[in-house]
């Protein structure tokens, strides 16, 4: 499915992430992270090439949003999941933004992402 593409997770509930990290492993994707925090996700970002990302929207430091931005900047493919909601910033861009709101099962996670990774690549094929 993700063909050793390199997918960020930003999450900080534990069972949370083993599920997710499991899933992408499975779905042959290569995890960056996973990381609990706002900071430690801008280092990563900072250190790696990402293809995509998953992102929690509460996490230990704070909110998403400079993280998102600078993904969304780079034309990086990602969902969000949530048990709030966007933060204003995010939702002010007035762009479709791929968003589960939790619990959700990490194939649905999966799959939203697969379809933003399939739209980026038919924008940068027309």
Known sequence: ??????????????????????AVERSGGAVVGPVPTVAEALALLDQHKIDAA????????GEISPVALRLIEQGTPLVFQTGTGLPIVLVELDIELAVVLKPVAPMIILELLLAEIMKQTARQVS
């Open 54 to 61: 998953i992102l929690d929207v509460q996490l230990l430091d």
């Open 1 to 22: 499915m993700f063909n050793s593409r390199r997918i960020l997770i930003v999450e900080d509930e534990p069972f949370v992430v083993i599920e997710l990290v499991e």
